[in-house]
T-cell receptor
Framework: AQTVTQSQPEMSVQEAETVTLSCTYD???????LFWYKQPPSRQMILVIR??????QNATENRFSVNFQKAAKSFSLKISDSQLGDAAMYFC?????????????FGKGTKLTVNP | DAGITQSPRHKVTETGTPVTLRCHQT?????MYWYRQDPGHGLRLIHY???????DKGEVSDGYSVSRSKTEDFLLTLESATSSQTSVYFC????????????FGSGTRLTVV
């Protein structure tokens, strides 16, 4: 079963505007971590932002912020003042405990285009 | 990326041949992972390791094996490459439990012809 769902395969935004990428996840755990990764055309995976489930305050990193709704199991990424360099694939990920180990489970990604 | 390197960066191989991809880290992290990335599928976990000689299967492990004889090295072997294994392969490392994201290597683009 899909643990992380990104319902928007593609999104576009005008430069300097704001865009929100959606992510929902499924878990029975009460304490966990969520992440957004960016993958530009260079293929490198870059950590954008992280959220700890026990923290009610939404994480913020400069122009990037999240809307974390724990009860709804929703974790959306907001990019403000979009720049051309924000064009990339964005992946939502959930860190899952597996016995004494753990692993990161990814959504299928959202391709973001930034129009000048 | 700093602290983690993958080799080779690109490889073309023939169907039926064995292939080994290497991941090397200098961070002394306990956890290492191999993912494959395919269009429309995101990143899917192949195998992971939680210590030297401690490995386990991920969701798409068929046709792959791994070995970790040292903390710093994690090898992925395609025992007999098939065209369905054409993909981009990423290695990742993690310090473990806590608010740590994973650090990824630059990826290996593998083409099986």
């Amino acid at each position: 079963a899909q643990t992380v769902t990104q319902s928007q395969p593609e999104m576009s935004v005008q430069e300097a505007e704001t865009v929100t990428l959606s992510c929902t996840y499924d878990t029975s755990e009460s304490d966990y971590y969520l992440f957004w990764y960016k993958q530009p055309p260079s293929r490198q995976m870059i950590l954008v932002i992280r959220q700890e489930a026990y923290k009610q305050q939404n994480a913020t990193e400069n122009r990037f912020s999240v809307n974390f709704q724990k009860a709804a199991k929703s974790f959306s990424l907001k990019i403000s003042d979009s720049q051309l360099g924000d064009a990339a694939m964005y992946f939502c990920a959930y860190r899952k405990q597996v016995g004494g180990s753990e692993k990161l489970v990814f959504g299928k990604g959202t391709k973001l285009t930034v129009n000048p | 990326d700093a602290g983690i390197t993958q080799s080779p960066r690109h490889k073309v191989t023939e169907t039926g041949t064995p292939v080994t991809l290497r991941c090397h880290q200098t961070e002394n992290h306990r956890y290492m992972y191999w993912y494959r990335q395919d269009p429309g599928h995101g990143l899917r976990l192949i195998h992971y390791s939680y210590g030297v000689k401690d490995t386990d299967k991920g969701e798409v492990s068929d046709g792959y094996s791994v070995s970790r004889s040292k903390t710093e090295d994690f090898l992925l072997t395609l025992e007999s490459a098939t065209s369905s294994q054409t993909s981009v392969y990423f290695c990742a490392i993690s310090a473990g439990r806590g608010p740590y994201g994973y650090t990824f290597g630059s990826g290996t683009r593998l083409t099986v012809v």
